[in-house]
Every structure is written in structure tokens, then in C-alpha cells.
């Protein structure tokens, strides 16, 4: 018996790691399903980041919910896991609506998670809105370290 939510998660996990191998990105998966996150990018320098994976749908007001939990279903019912923000190092969430991914580091996170306006917002307020355009380069994963410094030393646009 298939589950909707499943393959929307397998479309969601496939899209995003076809997003980071074409950003020169390799992805490493772990063997258990258990583990809060869902597979593991690796920087052409070797830095590696946690990355769980979200599936999410833009809701009327042009926006994602991303919420740091999993929820599953059994034979018992629905269930929910809170995560800790410590459990992975960033949120990847595919949107089908844009056929976008979206790469949120925990440090942009509250502990209930974040919403990502895909849309401008009609109001046009801009204090507290984060605007999902902004978080479409996978390499923001590792904004912050060194590889963020070699990358902006390695461009060659840069002047000196």
C-alpha cells in the first residue's frame, strides 16, 4: 500500500539532492530512517552539514511553514517528534508550486521553525518578513566557516 506522504517526501528528498549535486554539492544518505535528519551534504572543501529534508506545499498567502518536527503515520495513528535545533545543521524544503529548493541554516530558525514568504507579501510590509528568494543557494549551507571564505577568496571577480 503506497503513501501519499511518503512519495511526497521521496519527491521532496530527490529534488533536493539533484539541487545540490548541481551545485557542485555531493550528498551522502544514512542508512537509518531514524535519524532527524535525511541526508548529509558534502562541500567540495569536505565540510559536511546535517539536512533534513521537507516537502511543503505554498499555502494562499504565498508562503512555506517550515516546522522543525516530523510527523508520521502508523497503525497507531499520527504521530509528532519536535526537533531540537541541534539535531541538524539545516532545513532543505522543495516547493512543488515553484519547483524550488529552499536551504534554511538553523541559526535562521526558531525553535517552532520559520515561514518562508515565496510571495511578496500584498501589504508590502518587509519588517520580520523572510523572504524565500533569498535562501535558493545551496552553498548558504556553509555560509559562516571557512568554506565561505575560500569561496569568496577563490572568486576571481573579487578585487583584492
Given at each position: 500500500?503506497?503513501?501519499?506522504?511518503?512519495?511526497?517526501?521521496?519527491?521532496?528528498?530527490?529534488?533536493?539532492?539533484?539541487?545540490?549535486?548541481?551545485?557542485?554539492?555531493?550528498?551522502?544518505?544514512?542508512?537509518?530512517?531514524?535519524?532527524?535528519f535525511?541526508?548529509?551534504?558534502?562541500?567540495?572543501?569536505?565540510?559536511?552539514?546535517?539536512?533534513?529534508?521537507?516537502?511543503?506545499?505554498?499555502?494562499?498567502?504565498?508562503s512555506?511553514?517550515?516546522?522543525?518536527?516530523?510527523?508520521?503515520?502508523?497503525?497507531?495513528?499520527?504521530?509528532?517528534?519536535?526537533?531540537?535545533?541541534?539535531?541538524?545543521?539545516?532545513?532543505?524544503?522543495?516547493?512543488?508550486?515553484?519547483?524550488?529548493?529552499?536551504?534554511?541554516?538553523v541559526?535562521?530558525?526558531?525553535?517552532?521553525?520559520?515561514?518562508?514568504?515565496?510571495?511578496?507579501?500584498?501589504?508590502?510590509?518587509?519588517?520580520?518578513?523572510?523572504?524565500?528568494?533569498?535562501?535558493?543557494?545551496?552553498?548558504?549551507?556553509?555560509?559562516?566557516?571557512?568554506?565561505?571564505?575560500?569561496r569568496?577568496?577563490?572568486?576571481?571577480?573579487?578585487?583584492?
Open positions: 500500500m503506497r503513501h501519499h506522504t511518503k512519495d511526497k517526501g521521496d519527491v521532496g528528498l530527490t529534488r533536493v539532492m539533484a539541487d545540490l549535486v548541481a551545485h557542485d554539492i555531493q550528498v551522502a544518505l544514512p542508512i537509518s530512517e531514524h535519524l532527524p535525511d541526508l548529509i551534504a558534502i562541500h567540495p572543501t569536505g565540510d559536511l552539514r546535517r539536512v533534513s529534508v521537507k516537502y511543503r506545499a505554498m499555502n494562499e498567502t504565498g512555506v511553514r517550515v516546522e522543525t518536527r516530523s510527523v508520521w503515520n502508523d497503525r497507531n495513528g499520527t504521530h509528532h517528534r519536535r526537533h531540537e535545533l541541534n539535531d541538524y545543521d539545516a532545513i532543505a524544503i522543495y516547493c512543488p508550486a515553484t519547483d524550488e529548493c529552499y536551504y534554511v541554516p541559526s535562521e530558525l526558531t525553535p517552532s521553525g520559520r515561514t518562508l514568504r515565496i510571495r511578496d507579501p500584498q501589504n508590502s510590509q518587509v519588517t520580520g518578513v523572510f523572504l524565500a528568494r533569498s535562501c535558493t543557494d545551496p552553498h548558504r549551507l556553509f555560509e559562516g566557516d571557512a568554506v565561505s571564505r575560500a569568496r577568496d577563490s572568486n576571481p571577480r573579487r578585487s583584492p
